[in-house]
């Protein structure tokens, strides 16, 4: 079992930045991706960054030019948010594809943080 603790989330001005961190803890496991999501009021969750295992990413349109996802070791990713909108307020959930190993084999499994929430004011 993998469990993920989501931070920095908070209330920023437009213009401003917020890093946020996501760290997956537990045994027998190695982190294949790490995702991030948001959910806005009244909106369907979208994808904001993803990176890989070699470290590639993929930023939604959206974003691209003001945020940067890494990896600050194996098992926690960061997310830097800069030159934040009022359109960027959602709730933001870490969303990450592990590989479990167990005395019976191996399995790929995806987990989700409990939301952190961003809160850009104009």
């Known amino acids: 079992q993998v469990q993920l603790v989501e931070s920095g989330g908070g209330l920023v001005q437009a213009g401003g930045s917020l890093r946020l961190s996501c760290a997956a803890s537990g045994s027998g496991f190695s982190v294949n991706f790490v995702a991030w999501y948001r959910q806005a009021p009244g909106k369907e969750r979208v994808v904001v960054a993803r990176?890989?295992?070699?470290?590639?990413t993929d930023y939604a349109d959206s974003v691209k030019g003001r945020v940067a996802l890494s990896r600050d070791n194996a098992n926690e990713a960061v997310l830097q948010m800069n030159n934040l909108k009022p359109d960027d307020t959602a709730v933001y959930y870490c969303n990450v594809g592990v590989l479990e190993t167990t005395s019976w084999g191996s399995r790929q499994q995806i987990y989700w943080g409990q939301g952190t929430q961003v809160t850009v004011s104009s």
């Open positions: 990176i890989g295992r070699r470290g590639d």
